[in-house]
């Protein structure tokens, strides 16, 4: 574990929990939420002017890359492309990849684990998409940059963390 980086993170977390928290989401009925492409200025801009170096991938998403020199470690993370509508708000998944998933899902050991440690994480939690678990923080849209690069940092220490407990490695 990098308990350096989790004293730090769990002071920066509860701030930005606090923040979203006091906003509120007004959620639509079920199958209502949908894409909707971010007006190509606004996140851009909000990083931009938070200094957040990031860079664009394929599918339009934001990617950011962490470095931990002492430990010799990496990390992706990423801001979605595109914003769920929810009602008369939205929202954008941040998100980092922290382990293929196993032929055959994760053990039922693992899995506990990881809906417990869901469960300890003030904001965000493990999904699974196709084959990759990933540590994702769902914010509104309008979140400054700041917010923004918490989330980021957020995600991909916990994504890292993992990554080193389930596979030992540092190939996310």
């Known amino acids: 574990m990098h308990h350096r980086r989790r004293l730090f993170r769990a002071s920066r977390l509860l701030p930005l929990a606090c923040l979203l928290a006091l ?5 639509a009925g079920p199958g209502a939420a949908g894409l909707v492409p971010s007006a190509e ?9 938070h200094g957040v170096r990031y860079g664009r991938d394929e599918d339009g998403d934001y990617r950011v890359v962490f470095a931990w020199q002492q430990e010799n470690r990496s990390q992706l993370a990423f801001v979605a492309g595109s914003a ?15 382990a293929p998933v196993p032929a055959g899902g994760f053990s039922a050991e693992q899995a506990d684990m990881l809906l417990r440690d869901s469960q300890r994480n003030v904001l965000g939690g493990w999904e699974i998409a196709g084959d990759t678990l990933f ?3 769902k914010l509104h849209d309008d979140a400054d940059g700041a917010r923004f690069e918490q989330a980021l940092e957020i995600a991909a220490e916990l994504a890292d963390d993992m990554e080193l407990q389930l596979t030992g490695e540092d190939a996310l």
């Open 84 to 98: 769920h509508v929810l009602g008369d708000s939205a929202v954008r998944e941040v998100f980092s990849p922290a």
């Open 135 to 137: 540590y994702v923080i």
């Open 23 to 27: 906003s509120p989401i007004v959620a």
């Open 41 to 49: 200025d606004t996140l851009a801009q909000r990083l931009d002017a």
